[in-house]
């Protein structure tokens, strides 16, 4: 999305009442958050799908370099459309989004091997009840939450080497740690990313519709990745092996 974009969204929603303003982000969250539940429900029947298949878990987590580099095309994917996204049609967004979900279900396959579905379970409705709390936080919060960006960025980065390190690792002090520092860093990330996002809900009113569906599939895709990145933080944490 260009700075122009963002600009022409701003100077519109100046000439907004301040209901109207609500309204406006009311309806785009409830857009933001039904995309965000489908991509979560389609990762879910993917990964269920994937658990059953033992080619698929022989290749892509027989090895943990095959795994890493599994990892590392995920993570270019999401990247190039996050970069892409407002430059596609809403069709195309939709089905990118959808695709990436699929991906992550492959992804966290192995969580219905390794670990029972009750620790499964209680790790989703805990994340559900995390993020849902920390959104609507950062959703009504009148306290700027932009500083801590930098911060939370390279606790980020961190925080993926170490997970990749271990890979090779397996030091179980080392993933404790990290488990905790993610389950500390998404949380607060879920607040600071609703923040954010609320601030492109009102560039539908200068763009239109088409860019209105863009930005909540845009804003969805950066809420599923928390969620889906709290959640495994959590059930490596806490979660019973089988």
């Not at 982000?25 to 991509?39: D, E, I, L, R």
């Not at 949380?187 to 609703?194: E, G």
């Not at 599923?224 to 490596?236: E, G, P």
């Amino acid at each position: 999305m260009s700075d122009n974009q963002f600009l022409s969204g701003r100077v519109r929603a100046h000439q907004l009442t301040e209901e109207d303003a609500a309204r406006i982000q009311a309806n785009f969250f409830a857009q933001v958050y039904g995309w965000m539940a489908a991509g979560l429900a389609i990762t879910g029947g993917m990964a269920m799908f994937a658990a059953t298949m033992p080619s698929v878990q022989q290749f892509v987590f027989g090895s943990p370099y095959v795994y890493l580099g599994f990892i590392l095309f995920q993570v270019a994917v999401v990247g190039f459309i996050a970069t892409r996204i407002f430059q596609w049609s809403s069709r195309q967004a939709q089905a990118a989004f959808i695709g990436y979900s699929l991906l992550t279900g492959v992804s966290i396959s192995f969580i219905f091997i390794h670990y029972t579905g009750g620790s499964i379970a209680s790790a989703f409705f805990t994340t559900a009840l995390t993020f849902g709390v920390m959104s609507i936080y950062g959703y009504l919060t009148k306290t700027d939450l932009s500083g801590w960006g930098k911060l939370l960025g390279m606790i980020f980065i961190g925080l993926f080497i170490a997970a990749a390190i271990n890979l090779f690792w397996g030091n179980s002090l080392l993933n404790l740690i990290a488990s905790c520092v993610g389950v500390i860093l998404f949380t607060v990330l879920a607040a600071y990313n609703t923040q954010k996002i609320k601030d492109i809900a009102l560039i539908g009113v200068a763009e239109g519709e088409e860019m209105n569906t863009k930005a909540s599939i845009f804003g969805a895709l950066v809420l599923y990745i928390n969620f889906i990145n709290l959640f495994m933080s959590l059930l490596s944490f806490s979660g019973r092996r089988r």
